[in-house]
């Protein structure tokens, strides 16, 4: 058929038995014309389906483009002219074959369907399509033949188709210039990503990011070099595929659940039945009752949706699932043509007959396959990276989105350390076992082919080698099961560490105050060598591992030989047989080795698999009970309310009825713990509801107790998201009195805050809390005892100016709970709250005309101020916030039996536990706001000391020689020596048994089967198998050094970290978020204790290898030298470019992580805040921008990899060309950087020094200030500028002055938290700055302003190095009156005391800060505001015990409220840094001046009339 329709022979075998091969005319004019046709008019309809549902605007016209419209128009042209040609030859004989037709024919309109389709990419971003490509390729690979053959045909001088060859001919050159041109990419103006529209070439080989990696090698790569991403993979887009996906999945899950506790609920009931006999009966009911409810206490543990996460991933990500699986298959099935081709090729080489045109086609074929194979594994890892990152932004973004709306009673299974955990390892351990998944399938496929090949091999002897193999998976296993047990443990050890190191940098301050680093210290450090003996016996097991793994190769070669040696005389084993098993061998020993590790990936994410499901499957916080009504006739509306913080407990809100009319002023006010915090809190829907709802009109603004701030400037505080408008915004600065303090701010409202506003004072924090909830246009403001943290004046400032009747929020409804009683004349209506119930409501005049409950507080408290009934109370009345509730504290039996029923009953600490809950988590990780890291281009303007936190140091250029020896030199050098020494003797020992065995298969030319001589047989199979045993033992041995050296490194690195961290001088901590000091101690030293090991014993093992290799053919083929020389040039020079581009990327990666991190923390202690105002939407934003810029760099790094992968792998194929032998070089080098490590940050001062002071010192506490100067940083002004005075012994002295005035940076001056910038400070003649600090600061006693706990019990809190007994901590509890509360816990000092002290009430954590000072006994104790937070009963029982129990004592009391300093002997009152006012109370007063003005303010005519 086909003979006819060339009029040629098509098919003759004869044609390649000849030195000169050639392929018949017919055959390459007919199928290997119609292959690349074919392809290409089967696929075009799709592709031009696809291009018509995906377009987008047309872009303008580029020459690449109108070049290749050209050239395939001359192609057109040609085809239509060579068509002609035929027709005018053609003079009606038959004369002309039919395929001379035909062929033209098929070529016009092939290339106006290209014409056609390269036009239809104008719509398109990629302008040059994989489709068109691969024609392109097909033609040029196709066309060769018919080239050679006619170029044959002309040299003999045939010159009969002259015209037809010449045309065929510029064709061919055409085709060629074409495929060239489609390597190169069309730039696109509307993206700056080349990845975007990179060609298919440039794209499969990476070319796109050479411009990226030129850039890194020139200059250190910022965050602006880096690539945006592409939409598709934004965190946008994927998160709201996976919502869809698992709101699916979830459901069913949770069907599931309920199935199950229905069963088993089932199942209980009847086996109680068939237990109670008749008399129980009655009971049975309540049984049922007990069991269902502890059911609903273990359910949070075990019931919850299981086995939904996975498939959501795969319904979400499946495409590029399914395109990295083509091409793991594609990758597979070629590998093993290359044993095939090595078998052809030494067959080639051992029989001299052969053609040499063979050789040649099998060097071209090894080129071929390999170049292939190495494409289609790179785009594998590519996509399978890709997916990996894909799914750790998915899971981040949704442990994000889920801590929004996470319910109460979930998020208290979670400390923020570990739903930071969640986010950071969990995720992380996801995206690892990415790479692992098509392992699975495609291992059990080489496993096959290969046993397959062998037994072709080999034959049946290939078992005995197999047996050995299967026998080790189960031993492999049980060490993996082993190992992760181990993991677990550690990461239980590695979450308590974080734990406690969030705590210890959240109250640093405290530490250093009392001198308690040590104890902390000895805390973290026993939890680190419990982790690091795991990590240990983890190296240990995984020794063990990788000593059989190397093992099974050399063992299972050698039994295998020698079966087949010994099964039969006849065997002989010849090269071909040899090395074509060893590769199949060596192939082999890839997935088995894999399996391990594939489980060992596989389980530790179902480890977070089941973490993240029971997380993201938790409950969300039920609203329902919140009703918002918009037209309804009261603002909010109580009915029936009760409210709990935790379903197992009582109600801490019962029954409460209250409406709130729209623009009313409500006071709420009641004792400490009295639910007022709780009411709030309910009204926010931030707990859970009994019964009964409450209806709200409008939007609310809150303040909460504890004031949340952003690491931010003062203005985004205020701001809060919304738009600026200047007039009203200055409005709000001056009624929140917070212009005094811009003045005094470095950069005014620009100034920037630090993490929990730990540059601010707690009345500036409270103030610029109260500020942003004034700025936003609420309807309803909840606002929390706003005026407790700031003095008198400032305090009745903002009442008028704000909160008041006349003030910036009147005609707004406003719900304000306070201790201050002389506001109350001037709000609308009084809530009077005890216990969770409201006891009284009503107007003033109503509740005082009652004479009832609120009448009697208010009566004593006058009383108490020692001013005249209600006269006092008149619209204007200027008395101080002395008035703060009462606990009706004149009669006696009331109280007794009040404070009897409050202390004993459990409720009490319940509703402490609600208050302290519903206020901010206040805890470490208060954070960092993420800051986009392109800081401000004004920079350089901005004001001195205005930045507060410090942009994150990028370490660049290369990771310095000091950095690897530091830690080499921690891993003990020693055992390097050792280390190195066994693996060379292990690479000494590889070449070694790779030249016996070539002598091994010599042996066959030398003997025939017949005579080989037993002896000689025998001591082959022997020394082999020796050799490979050495190199066994020395792997073992090599590794199990590495395990104990790395652990040893861990450990120092470790502690060196840890001490520089607790010696940092407080600035340290003021500049740096704690989100990077924990990712210090978390990323980082998991690099140190995981990462680090590893590739140092892979880059030793691999280096050794490669030189090893090299030798063994360098030995072999001597000219081989040449070509390694240029190649290894090649080399070093593409490593020296992607070595410097990819330590940036990690480096950049690593940096735009901590704030994610940071953010996360600070959103999950600012909850309560971010769901009040309704800003989840804003926060979410933020937190998808802050994991896309750090998804940028990764996917950058993850590209530059592959960059290089392709580009190594290219060399390692030239020189299995060139040598045409099997050999790959592959080289991963040192990534993980290691400059994490090294803290840039100078040591503190000694703790100890020298000059001890002397014993018994201070032994009367006096103390001088000479000229005593301060600074925060040396960049900012001074805060105290020249203090002098003298306190003599057991002098009692006031310190008084506005907010910010410099009272508390007196504190920091005493305890040396920052050092003096002139002048000294005196204690007994010793000068503090000479002496260490601990001698210091043990000297000293401060009651500070925010009283800070650690989680761990009561005891812990009060005596960490338990120098006391037990007696004396009783005593002070006493004292401190506390006694009856403790003694009514549980567990009495062992009380085990949450996060932060989360679950005590303010009023109690102050008073177990007095027990602790009580506990000290110093000579010398300062107060720091240590009364803000608790009412007039309890300021007073501290007031009164600190006179009686400090009466020998020096005490400086910095204070708010006045009449709490009128009893001292001497007064400071300062202003802006300076003593303005220094002597007694009543010189003062007579002096009119500053101070006298403030006594004014806050209703004091003299000393006698505060005296409480």
Known sequence: MLEKFCNSTFWNSSFLDSPEADLPLCFEQTVLVWIPLGFLWLLAPWQLLHVYRTKINRSSITKLYLAKQVLVGFLLILAAIELALVLTEDSGQATVPAIRYTNPSLYLGTWLLVLLFQHSRLWCVQKDSWFLSLFWILSVLCGIFQFQTLIRTLLKGNNSNLAYSCLFFICYALNVLILILSAFSEKDGSSNNPSFTASFLSSITFSWHDSIVLKGYKQPLTLEDVWDLDEKIKTKTLVSKFEKCMARELQKARKAVQRRQQGRAQGNSRDRLHGLNKNQSQSQDILVLEDVKKKEKSGTTENFPKAWLVKTLFKTFYVIFLKSFLLKLMHDLLMFLNPQLLKLMISFANNRDAYVWVGYLYSVLFFVVALIQSLCLQNYFHLCFMLGTSVRATIMASVYKKALTLSNQSRKQYTIGETVNLMSVDAQKLMDVTGFIHLLWSNILQITLSISLLWAELGPSVLAGVGLMVLLIPINGILAAKSRAVQVKNMKNKDKRLKIMNEILSGIKILKYFTWEASFKKQVCELRNKELKNLLTLGQIQTIMLFLLHLSPILVSVITFSVYILVNSNNVLDAEKAFTSIALFNILRFPLSMFPMVITSMLQASVSTERLEKYLGGDDLDTSAIRHEYNFDKAVQFSEASFTWDRDLEATIRDVNLDIMPGQLVAVVGTVGSGKSSLMSAMLGEMENVHGHITIKGTIAYVPQQSWIQNGTLKDNILFGSELDEKKYQQVLEACALLPDLEVLPGGDLAEIGEKGINLSGGQKQRISLARATYQNSDIYVLDDPLSAVDAHVGKHIFNKVLGPNGLLKGKTRLLITHSIHFLPQVDEIVVLGNGTILEKGSYSTLLAKKGLFAKILKTSTKQMGLEGEATVNEDSEEDDCGLMPSVEEIPEEVVSLTMRRENSLHRTLSHSSRSSSRHRKSLKNSLKTRNVNTLKEEEELVKGQKLIKKEFIQTGKVKLSVYLKYLRAMGLCLIFFIILAYVINAVAYIGSNLWLSAWTNDSKTYNGTNYPASQRDLRVGVYGALGLVQGVFVLLGNLCSAHASTHASNILHKQLLTNILRAPMSFFDTTPTGRIVNRFAGDISTVDDTLPLSLRSWILCFLGIIGTLVMICMATPIFITVIIPLGIIYTFVQMFYVATSRQLKRLDSVTRSPIYSHFSETVSGLSVIRAFEHQQRFLKHNEVGID???????????????????????????????????????????????????????????????????????????????????????????????????????????????????????????????????????????????????????????????????????MNLDPFNNHSDEEIWKALELAHLKSFVAGLQLGLSHKVTEAGDNLSIGQKQLLCLARALLRKSKILIMDEATAAVDIETDHLIQTTIQKEFSHCTTITIAHRLHTIMDSDKIIVLDNGKIVEYGTPNELLKNSGPFCLMAKEAGIENVNSTSL
């Not at 060309?1217 to 070089?1225: E, L, N």
């Not at 002048?1319 to 000068?1327: E, F, M, T």
């Open 1189 to 1355: 810029t750090n998804q940028k760099c990764v996917f950058s790094w993850i590209v530059s990899n592959r960059w290089l992968a392709v580009r190594l792998e290219l060399i390692g194929n030239l020189i299995v060309f060139f040598a045409s032998m099997m050999m790959v070089i592959y080289r991963d080098t040192l990534s993980g950087d290691t400059a994490g490590f090294v803290l840039s940050n100078a040591l503190n001062a000694p703790w100890v020094t020298d000059k001890r002071p002397p014993p018994g010192w201070p032994s009367k506490g006096e103390i001088q200030f000479n000229n005593y100067q301060l600074r925060y940083r040396p960049e900012l002004d001074l805060i105290l500028k020249g203090i002098t005075c003298d306190i003599k012994s057991m002098e009692k002295v006031g310190v008084v002055g506005r907010t910010g005035a410099g009272k508390s940076s007196l504190t920091n001056a005493l305890f040396r938290i920052l050092e003096a910038a002139g002048g000294q400070i005196i204690i007994d003649g010793v000068d503090i700055a000479s002496i260490g600090l601990h001698d210091l600061r043990e000297k000293l006693t401060i009651i500070p302003q925010d009283p800070i706990l650690f989680s761990g019990s009561l005891r």
